[in-house]
């Protein structure tokens, strides 16, 4: 064998490992992008319908009171900044209804009503920093809970992305860097090895 063929032999063997080293990059990219960071929720705010929202950035959020088959609140948890104001609204179902925050930073309470579109507001602060646990009084023992999170000082956990709601993709850079740098890599061998197997025979033969 010659030390032609060795050689193309070798730089074929580092292009398909380059090209492997690309694939499991972009795997690891594509397994963090599949990630979502969400707080971590007591189990008190697990209500009925139990959705999430990750609405942070907004001004404003909204969430029906009486969802689902009428003894619940969607989103049941909701991820905010301080500032935000959280309306509740009425959807008419399920009885009479209100808010109450019972275990948390922040403090406020609706009346008791049924009134279909009757609308709460209560604007966050970062006195709200922190996790808090509302309910619906009158349905409290069936399950009608929800779950504030304020700010960015917030416990998370990773899910599979299905956090029950929109949500931040979490995706680290270095997984992006490591991807875009091993492909640049492989194309750059790649062409290599076209190049050298297309005209590295012609001047050995000279």
């Known amino acids: 064998m010659s030390t032609e063929d060795v050689s193309r032999r070798a730089l074929l063997r580092t292009a398909g490992g380059t090209a492997a080293a690309a694939g499991v990059a972009a795997g690891v990219a594509g397994s963090a992008s599949a990630q979502e960071e969400v707080p971590v929720w007591p189990s008190s705010v697990e209500g009925n319908v139990n959705s999430y929202t990750d609405a942070r950035g907004q001004d404003e959020v909204t969430i029906a009171v009486g969802a689902g088959d009428g ?16 309306v509740w609204e009425w959807t008419g179902n399920g009885g009479d209804h209100n808010v109450h925050a019972v275990e948390g930073p922040a403090s406020f309470e609706s ?21 808090t646990h509302y309910q619906c009084d009158p349905h409290s023992q069936v399950g009608m809970h929800g779950g504030i999170a304020v700010g960015g000082d917030i416990e998370t956990e990773s899910t599979g992305g299905d956090g029950g709601g929109a949500g931040v993709v979490f995706v680290p850079e270095g997984a992006k860097a490591l991807s875009v740098a091993t492909f640049i890599a492989m194309v750059a061998t790649l062409g290599m ?14």
């Open 193 to 206: 090895a076209f190049f050298f197997l297309r005209y590295g025979g012609e001047g050995g033969g000279e």
């Open 71 to 86: 003894l619940a609140f969607d989103p049941t948890k909701v991820w905010v900044d301080p500032g935000t104001t959280i």
């Open 111 to 131: 009346q008791i009503t049924g009134e279909e579109g009757f609308t709460f507001e209560y604007e966050t602060s970062e006195e709200d920093a922190g996790i």
